[in-house]
């Protein structure tokens, strides 16, 4: 009698208590084939470790597929489970297994039963599928149990897989069945600082280069992990793992989930906090504006590059090429117009510290007071609808359903109005300009110079609308800084924004 065996170990959290390593499941597999005078070699000794057989299984199953083939090609008498589980927890699955088995004529041999099953007996075959049954039963409960423990877990703010950069699981030591989250002093602090320097406007660039400069280890690093892809080397920053952690709300002791409507929710965690909600939110609002441009041509280098434009063609503003001393912007896509770099930059900095330095700096780009009217007036509304649909509810007038339907149709209304009544989040670059200097235009053009490129571009950008580059109407070079000033302010037309 040719015999082959099929061996599995899942690596779900749920293992079941008789359950047996591998090897043992192989060694009671030829022990049951020597007892019964069944020829097992080992080249028909499949295995498949770590690896599901449910419904939710995402891995192949190389081992389950050559067992198939071989009972398809007709050269097997018997084949040897440990349990009627570890071929299949998917009763699709399973029955495709009897039907072949049967229709090729192989005995499964059941060790956990200590049974040969014939699928061509109807009482075998009846004993098989219900075996399948119970099977993807089990997983399908299960499930059912760890989704309601996890989804307990995250409402309760409990922590959930691979904690982040900062973090660590220890042993809770009031109870030591019980794990959590604490701060790793040293990886928190450099988190803390990603969120504090992007908050100042610091470009996700810098800070890699900066990171990689001073050798600070990696998440993967630290853990002694090495990416398959980098040929052996050290893992290295990126951009992408900085906005990972500057968009994480794990690092203000929240936790966030979406839930079964697609909302985002965020409870209090665990956990303890490692950088302040005012600057994270800072950083995140920054990283989330729309507005952004996440991939600058020219790598940031220029203060106006692709954001000012060209008066005559609408086209954007960059770098002229060449080596030209000194630099020029000029009209990226037909060279309409051309301008000193140097000079401009100096006539918007100027612009802008005076603008800084007013009490009413702000006043410009804030909501009109006839828009904000409006939109509370309509808040208002909305929220009178929706207490009257509550009330006629606790009257009994109302079904639950009506007022299901009601408060589908009114509550996004209001979240959307409340949204657009909170106040435009400004950079911690514009707050640190402005402290302590206010009338003091001098302290905040030195504070300007300080700045890297990046920073001062997201001052531009959240100050000004716009900003255009006329042609010269000027015949000759200008030389004098009277005649320089006049130009600048013929040529450059800058509007602020909601002016």
Not at 318 to 347: E, L, N, Q
Request: charged content about 35%; hydrophobic content about 35%; overall charge positive.
């Amino acid at each position: 009698m040719r015999a082959a065996s099929y061996s599995r170990r899942s690596d779900s959290k749920g293992k079941r208590r008789d359950d047996r390593s591998v090897s043992e499941q192989d060694e009671l597999a030829i022990r049951a084939a020597k007892q019964n005078g069944w020829d097992l070699p080992a080249s028909r000794m499949f295995r498949d470790n770590d690896i599901s057989a449910s419904r939710n299984a995402k891995k192949a199953r190389p081992g389950w597929e050559d067992a198939e083939r071989v009972i398809y090609e007709g050269n097997l008498n018997i084949l040897i489970l440990w349990d009627t589980g570890r071929a299949w927890r998917k009763l699709i699955g399973w029955l495709r297994l009897v039907d072949a088995c049967r229709d090729n004529d192989v005995l499964i041999h059941v060790i956990s039963h200590h049974r040969t099953y014939d699928p061509r007996i109807r009482r075998d075959r009846k004993t098989l599928i219900e075996e399948g049954v119970d099977a993807e039963d089990e997983t399908e409960k299960l499930a059912e149990r760890v989704k309601r423990a996890f989804d307990a877990n995250r409402e309760q703010g409990k922590p959930h897989s691979r904690p982040p950069y900062g973090y660590e699981i220890q042993i809770d030591p009031e109870n030591p069945r019980r794990t959590i989250r604490v701060p790793v002093p040293e990886k928190a602090a450099i988190a803390a600082e990603v969120i504090t320097r992007v908050a100042k406007s610091e470009s996700l660039t810098s800070i890699k280069k900066d990171l990689i400069r001073r050798r600070v280890p990696t998440y993967n690093a630290a853990e002694g992990l090495i990416d398959p892809r980098s040929n052996g080397k050290e893992p290295q920053w990126s951009t992408q793992m900085l906005r990972k952690i500057c968009l994480n709300k794990a690092y203000i002791g929240k936790r966030a989930y979406i839930d079964n409507d697609g909302r985002e929710i965020v409870v209090d965690a665990t956990w303890p906090a490692i950088i302040d909600e005012e600057t994270f939110y800072t950083t995140y609002n920054l990283l989330k504006d729309p507005k952004r441009i996440t991939t600058r041509p020219g790598k940031g280098k220029y203060l106006l590059a692709f954001f000012a434009k060209c008066d005559v063609c609408e086209s954007p503003i960059s770098r002229m090429s060449g080596k030209a001393d000194p630099m020029r912007y000029r009209c990226h896509d037909k060279s309409c117009v051309t301008i000193r770099m140097d000079w401009v930059d100096d006539f918007i900095a100027h612009l802008v510290c005076e603008r800084l330095a007013r009490p009413d700096a702000f006043d410009a780009i804030a909501k009109p007071k006839e828009e904000t009217a409006n939109l509370e007036a309509e808040l208002a509304r909305l929220n009178a609808e929706h207490n009257e649909a509550l009330e006629l509810r606790k009257k009994g007038k109302l079904s639950l359903l009506a007022l299901s339907q009601e408060e589908e149709r009114l509550l996004p209304q209001i979240h959307e109005i409340e949204r657009k009544l909170q106040p435009a989040p400004l950079p911690q670059v514009i707050t640190d300009l402005r402290k302590d200097a206010l009338g003091n235009k001098v302290l905040i053009l030195t504070r300007w110079l300080q700045l890297d490129v990046p920073a001062r571009k997201d001052v531009v950008r959240t100050l000004f609308e716009s900003i255009r580059i006329r042609k010269t109407n000027a015949i000759g070079r200008v030389s004098k800084e009277e005649d320089i000033a006049a130009m600048l302010k013929y040529r450059v037309r800058v509007k602020w924004r909601k002016e």
